[in-house]
Nanobody
């Protein structure tokens, strides 16, 4: 079994900051990439930021310059530092990992349970 456990969501005023964390554990052989997605009510889930094992990053245009993704490979943990938050950042944020499990051949997507981020105006 593979688990992704998120933490760090909450309520913050516009202009504030939050830091999300996600730790992967279980029958993990290797992790290719980790990232964060978000889903606001009535909208599709969208990529926020992703990072490869080598440290290459990718950001949604809407968060560039405000959010920073980082990763601790030794601890299979990914972080999302969110600064200058806006009300439109309000959503459920999901951790994602593309990894190879000892149990199943091949690399697959795994998801966390989601953490709510609410930005008040």
């Amino acid at each position: 079994q593979v688990q992704l456990v998120e933490s760090g969501g909450g309520l913050v005023q516009a202009g504030g900051s939050l830091r999300l964390s996600c730790a992967a554990s279980g029958t993990i052989a290797s992790i290719n990439a980790m990232g964060w997605y978000r889903q606001a009510p009535g909208r599709q889930r969208e990529l926020v930021a992703a990072i490869t094992t080598g440290g290459r990053t990718n950001y949604a245009d809407s968060v560039k310059g405000r959010f920073t993704i980082s990763r601790d490979n030794a601890k299979s943990t990914v972080f999302l530092q969110m600064n200058s938050l806006k009300p439109e950042d309000t959503a459920v944020y999901y951790c994602n990992a593309v990894l190879v499990s000892w149990v199943v051949a091949g690399a697959y997507d795994y998801w966390g349970q989601g953490t709510q981020v609410t930005v008040s105006s």
